[in-house]
């Protein structure tokens, strides 16, 4: 009796979402919304996504009419769940494409129910976790009357990596109303009578309701009175399921969805449909704010440190940030990182000589608010990346690149990583602390999505991007990471690391270093009174003092034209 209420609240809550006025589309979208069976952040709630289409093709069905018509059928339906809103398709074993074509998917693959309404009729279906396509994150399938539609899942890399769902429609299928049940913990035995088991396709929907599937039209201009008319009893016995016996899982519990994380914001929901003949239509609705950040954990970690440990060298850097996560089905999923600020040691700077034969990318190269992957020249390359998450079949490898200066922002760098369709791209910072010289290392606005572990190697060599202390010794790095909700606060790490020789092997220096610059200095001709080009070299070994000041004197007679030379504009 408790489940037959839950549901039904969730339903006339869902249904009350509707499109806002002034929509202008060839498929009008009469309602839509996404609706968690619970607020808690990190939980992993059942998930309805339910959305009806006005089709024309159905119209003149319903009125008699069988000649051809310009039909609006929607062909892709794409919703856009709020960010932080994720799903894991490692939670559910996975059914193949022939055993999905033989109707003789695994019971323990089924990951949900969807309710589908075409033209006047209507069936209830299966959802199941299915083994991804080439270049696709996860893939999820049900049959209506005899046709397969798969829902393949993406991130939107161009803007706040939130979760998007694409469902390809059949032509012969005017699709009118969809209302899908994926459940927070497929395995979990409240689940057991909503199975179909081997030989379960879709359904009439006869079979599930007692009800009248007829889809009514909302009343658009009073957006907040309940729902009337049979679809809301579909939708609250679509939730009881009467299947009779029930069938259980044979796989352990583990959590499919996972609720944003950020308390207190608000989300926001969407849906595309886009129909056979070009039309687009879009809507949005809310989703409800999350609670309970303060019972969730936070716990990164960081360790660093440099490829060379010797003493004002070229070096790369190796870094490793770890989250703990856990994917437990009745505890909440910990908090995720907004934010990373890494602290140098006083000492370790950026090397000037490895600027040498590089580029920098632009925004434009990178792709920054497009899905599409970066292009950046592979001059720009400074290092190699690889982040493991549990969202994704496999790792995601990448590489950094120096990004193109900008005023007020001179050192940035883009960490870029590809694979199963997703394409990220971050941007970041180096910025110099004007009196120590210290780099601070910033990401802000991370994704909100969680990720187990994040490698980073700069490259290192004689053409290292940093250079070392010029003293031996242990050094610090402290890292400070903003979660995406602050109601835990700041964490920080440190790590460290030892400067335990002089440069290519010799001993540590002493307190006062060696200062031997080597200078040089010519013009190209030695014919007297013409023009010569004029050349100057310093070189200063490693391990030697810096210079501070460089004056040249040059022989007497020695001068410069400068007529017809333009002045450099101000910076």
């Given at each position: 009796?408790?489940?037959?209420?839950?549901?039904g609240?969730?339903?006339?809550?869902?249904?009350g979402?509707?499109?806002?006025?002034?929509?202008?589309?060839?498929?009008p979208?009469?309602?839509?919304?996404?609706?968690?069976?619970?607020?808690?952040?990190?939980?992993?709630?059942d998930?309805?996504?339910?959305?009806?289409?006005?089709?024309?093709?159905?119209?003149?069905?319903?009125?008699g009419?069988?000649?051809?018509?310009?039909?609006?059928?929607?062909?892709?339906?794409?919703v856009?769940?709020?960010?932080?809103?994720v799903?894991n398709?490692?939670?559910?074993?996975?059914?193949?494409?022939?055993q999905?074509?033989?109707t003789?998917?695994?019971?323990?693959?089924?990951v949900g129910?969807?309710?589908?309404?075409v033209?006047?009729?209507?069936?209830?279906s299966?959802?199941?976790?299915?083994?991804?396509?080439?270049g696709?994150?996860g893939l999820?399938?049900f049959?209506?009357?005899?046709n397969?539609?798969?829902?393949?899942?993406?991130?939107?890399?161009g803007?706040?990596?939130?979760?998007?769902?694409?469902i390809?429609v059949p032509?012969?299928?005017?699709?009118?109303?969809a209302?899908q049940?994926?459940?927070?913990?497929?395995?979990?035995?409240?689940?057991?009578?909503?199975?179909?088991?081997?030989?379960?396709?879709?359904?009439p929907?006869?079979q599930?309701?007692?009800?009248?599937s007829v889809?009514?039209?909302?009343?658009v201009?009073?957006?907040d009175?309940?729902?009337?008319g049979p679809?809301?009893?579909?939708l609250?016995?679509?939730?009881?399921?009467k299947?009779?016996?029930?069938?259980?899982?044979?796989?352990s519990?583990?959590?499919?969805i996972?609720?944003?994380t950020?308390c207190?914001?608000?989300?926001?929901?969407?849906?595309d449909?886009?129909?056979?003949?070009g039309g687009?239509?879009?809507?949005?609705?809310?989703?409800?704010?999350?609670?309970?950040c303060?019972v969730?954990?936070?716990?990164?970690?960081?360790?660093?440190?440099?490829?060379?440990?010797?003493?004002d060298?070229?070096?790369?850097?190796?870094?490793?940030?770890?989250?703990?996560?856990?994917?437990?089905?009745?505890?909440p999923?910990p908090?995720?990182?907004r934010g990373?600020?890494m602290?140098?040691?006083?000492?370790?700077?950026?090397n000037?000589?490895?600027?040498?034969?590089?580029?920098?990318?632009?925004?434009?190269e990178?792709?920054?608010?497009t899905t599409?992957?970066?292009?950046?020249p592979?001059?720009?390359?400074?290092?190699?990346?690889n982040?493991e998450?549990?969202?994704l079949?496999?790792?995601?490898?990448?590489y950094?690149?120096l990004g193109?200066?900008l005023?007020?922002?001179?050192?940035?760098i883009?960490?870029?990583?590809?694979?199963?369709?997703v394409?990220?791209?971050?941007?970041?910072?180096?910025?110099?602390?004007?009196?120590?010289?210290?780099?601070?290392?910033?990401?802000?606005?991370?994704?909100e999505?969680?990720?187990q572990?994040?490698?980073l190697?700069?490259f290192?060599?004689?053409r290292?991007?940093?250079?070392?202390?010029?003293?031996?010794g242990t050094?610090?790095?402290?890292?400070?990471?903003?979660?995406?909700?602050a109601?835990?606060?700041?964490q920080?790490?440190?790590?460290f690391?030892d400067?335990d020789?002089g440069p290519n092997?010799?001993?540590?220096p002493?307190?006062?270093r060696?200062?031997?610059?080597?200078?040089?200095?010519a013009s190209a001709?030695?014919t007297?009174?013409a023009?010569?080009?004029?050349?100057?070299?310093?070189t200063?070994?490693?391990?030697?003092?810096?210079?501070?000041?460089?004056?040249?004197?040059?022989?007497?007679?020695?001068?410069?034209?400068?007529?017809?030379v333009?002045?450099?504009?101000?910076?």
């Amino acid at each position: 009796m408790r489940r037959r209420v839950t549901i039904g609240a969730l339903a006339l809550a869902l249904l009350g979402l509707v499109l806002a006025p002034g929509a202008v589309a060839d498929v009008p979208i009469l309602n839509f919304g996404i609706l968690p069976s619970n607020h808690q952040a990190g939980g992993h709630p059942d998930l309805q996504i339910a959305f009806s289409l006005k089709n024309s093709q159905a119209q003149l069905e319903e009125e008699g009419v069988n000649t051809p018509c310009d039909c609006q059928n929607a062909r892709f339906v794409t919703v856009h769940a709020p960010r932080g809103l994720v799903g894991n398709p490692h939670a559910a074993p996975r059914c193949t494409t022939v055993q999905f074509a033989a109707t003789s998917c695994p019971s323990d693959s089924q990951v949900g129910v969807v309710e589908v309404m075409v033209t006047t009729l209507s069936f209830t279906s299966p959802v199941y976790n299915m083994v991804p396509r080439e270049g696709e994150a996860g893939l999820l399938a049900f049959e209506v009357f005899g046709n397969q539609i798969f829902e393949s899942f993406g991130a939107r890399t161009g803007s706040d990596y939130g979760l998007d769902t694409r469902i390809a429609v059949p032509d012969l299928l005017p699709l009118r109303f969809a209302n899908q049940i994926l459940w927070g913990v497929p395995a979990d035995h409240s689940h057991d009578r909503l199975r179909f088991g081997l030989e379960g396709t879709s359904r009439p929907g006869a079979q599930l309701c007692d009800e009248s599937s007829v889809i009514t039209t909302p009343n658009v201009a009073e957006p907040d009175a309940p729902p009337t008319g049979p679809e809301s009893a579909v939708l609250q016995c679509i939730g009881i399921g009467k299947y009779g016996r029930a069938i259980p899982s044979n796989s352990s519990p583990e959590p499919f969805i996972e609720n944003p994380t950020a308390c207190g914001e608000a989300a926001q929901s969407g849906i595309d449909v886009l129909s056979y003949d070009g039309g687009e239509t879009s809507a949005t609705a809310p989703f409800a704010e999350v609670t309970g950040c303060d019972v969730l954990s936070f716990n990164p970690s960081l360790a660093a440190r440099p490829s060379s440990d010797a003493t004002d060298s070229p070096s790369g850097l190796d870094v490793e940030l770890t989250v703990p996560q856990f994917e437990s089905p009745t505890v909440p999923s910990p908090l995720e990182i907004r934010g990373t600020e890494m602290l140098l040691p006083e000492g370790f700077s950026i090397n000037s000589n490895a600027a040498d034969g590089k580029s920098a990318c632009s925004d434009a190269e990178a792709s920054f608010g497009t899905t599409n992957a970066a292009q950046c020249p592979e001059s720009s390359k400074v290092g190699t990346l690889n982040i493991e998450t549990a969202l994704l079949p496999g790792p995601l490898p990448g590489y950094l690149y120096l990004g193109k200066p900008l005023p007020g922002n001179r050192y940035r760098i883009f960490l870029v990583a590809d694979g199963f369709n997703v394409h990220v791209k971050l941007a970041g910072r180096i910025e110099p602390d004007l009196k120590t010289g210290q780099l601070k290392v910033i990401f802000e606005d991370l994704p909100e999505t969680p990720f187990q572990k994040f490698s980073l190697h700069i490259f290192g060599s004689e053409r290292g991007a940093l250079a070392t202390p010029t003293k031996c010794g242990t050094y610090g790095i402290t890292t400070t990471f903003t979660p995406w909700d602050a109601v835990l606060g700041k964490q920080s790490s440190k790590t460290f690391f030892d400067i335990d020789s002089g440069p290519n092997g010799a001993p540590c220096p002493p307190a006062a270093r060696p200062f031997n610059p080597g200078f040089e200095a010519a013009s190209a001709g030695n014919t007297a009174g013409a023009h010569s080009p004029f050349a100057l070299r310093l070189t200063r070994q490693d391990g030697d003092q810096f210079l501070s000041a460089l004056n040249v004197t040059t022989p007497p007679g020695f001068s410069a034209t400068l007529k017809g030379v333009p002045y450099c504009p101000e910076a």
